[in-house]
Every structure is written in C-alpha cells, then in structure tokens.
C-alpha cells in the first residue's frame, strides 16, 4: 500500500480475509462519512496509531497462487 492507509466500505465480512486493524472501514462508522474523516485525523495527529496501522498486514492469510501453478505444470507435463 506504499504507505498510504486503505479506506474502504466495506461489510462485516470482510475480516474474514482482511486483517481489521490494516484499514480504515466505513461500515465500522456507521457509515457515517463525519466519522470517518474524524478517524482519519485522528490518525493525522498520532504518529503511533498510523505506524501501527500501515505495518499491520493487509491480509490475514498471505495469498498464494501455488495450486494454480501445480495445477498448470499437471496440465503442461501430462504429455511429457
């Protein structure tokens, strides 16, 4: 994220895959674009709390195209 803090509207399940504390979520705002953009300058003024935020993994689980590639070399060397 180039050190940049996503914003996103997001539902609930989004922490099923993303770590809650990587993101500034609309939703957990009660959609309330005021405090958010309070949130956001909150942030602004707390070294501590952006540092926190931005090193905080974006994902919960690294992703991984792993089984793709297997299953492509499967498909490629079948004939070999």
Not at 66 to 73: E, L, Y
Request: net charge negative.
């Amino acid at each position: 994220t180039a050190g940049c803090i996503p914003i996103y509207w997001a539902d609930k399940y989004c922490y099923n895959d993303f770590n809650q504390g990587s993101f500034l979520n609309l939703n957990d705002c009660n959609n309330s674009v005021d405090l958010l953009i309070q949130k956001i300058i909150e942030m602004d003024s707390n070294q501590t709390q952006y540092e926190n935020m931005k090193n905080t993994s974006l994902y919960k689980n690294k992703p991984s195209i792993d089984h793709v590639i297997n299953r492509m070399k499967q498909i490629l060397c079948k004939n070999e």
